[in-house]
């Protein structure tokens, strides 16, 4: 079977695949991202994950051309607007107020390149409402979240304590997390990666 690369540093996306049972390496991408979203800025948050899937796994197929190259990204649009990672804690108070009792998007892009060239791509998007949580709830969290609060866009790790600031989760869980596997296997299998 072929040799698959994931070309992505994030641990609950490797964690994902480990369960699954996939067998894979790790090759950490180095594209810059906010040079992409600035000169793509005309894109949806949901087409600018999947350009940030693809520009991935593209950069490490080029250093492995025999091996199939995964690449994942995911943005989160709220009101319509693309936000990135937060890059002080002290910011996290005013991005989960605003996102208090309001639905956002986290879109989720993977990309699937051998040789260089596109083999399969997927967009996913899940719709997440979050709970109109007391200001005694907020302080608690704050205190108790730790590295969530700028290891991921939305300030929270859905796996974990985050998972307490929601009301409704419109989408499937591994999704949420940035990895939709179901989708995902079916193309490994396809693409002979896993047993069919």
């Known amino acids: 079977m072929s040799r698959l690369i994931l070309a992505s540093g ?3 996306r490797r ?3 480990q369960d699954a049972g996939i067998g894979f390496a790790t090759i950490k991408s180095d594209v810059d991202e ?14 600018i994950a999947l350009l940030l899937a693809n520009a991935k796994a593209g950069q490490v197929s080029a250093q492995h051309p025999d091996a199939f190259v995964l690449g ?8 319509g607007q693309l936000l990135d ?20 998007q986290l879109h989720a892009g993977l990309a699937l390149v051998r040789g260089g060239q596109p083999v399969w791509q997927h967009q996913q998007t899940s719709t997440l409402w979050v709970r109109a949580f007391s200001d005694d709830f907020l302080d608690h969290y704050l205190a ?18 985050g998972a ?3 009301e409704r989760v419109d989408g499937e869980f591994h999704a949420v997390l940035g ?3 179901v989708p995902l296997l079916g193309a490994l299998r396809q693409q002979g990666v896993l047993l069919s």
């Open 10 to 12: 994030s641990q609950i």
């Open 15 to 17: 964690q994902i695949l």
């Open 34 to 47: 906010d040079q992409l979203k600035a000169e793509h800025s005309g894109l949806s948050p949901a087409e």
């Open 72 to 79: 994942a990204d995911q943005t989160m649009e709220l009101d």
């Open 85 to 104: 990672k937060l890059p002080r804690r002290d910011l996290a108070r005013e991005r989960l107020q605003a996102m208090r009792g309001q639905p956002h």
């Open 144 to 161: 108790k979240a730790g590295d969530e609060l700028t290891a991921s866009v939305g300030a929270y790790a859905f796996e974990g304590l």
């Open 164 to 166: 307490q600031l929601f």
């Open 179 to 181: 990895l939709p596997l």
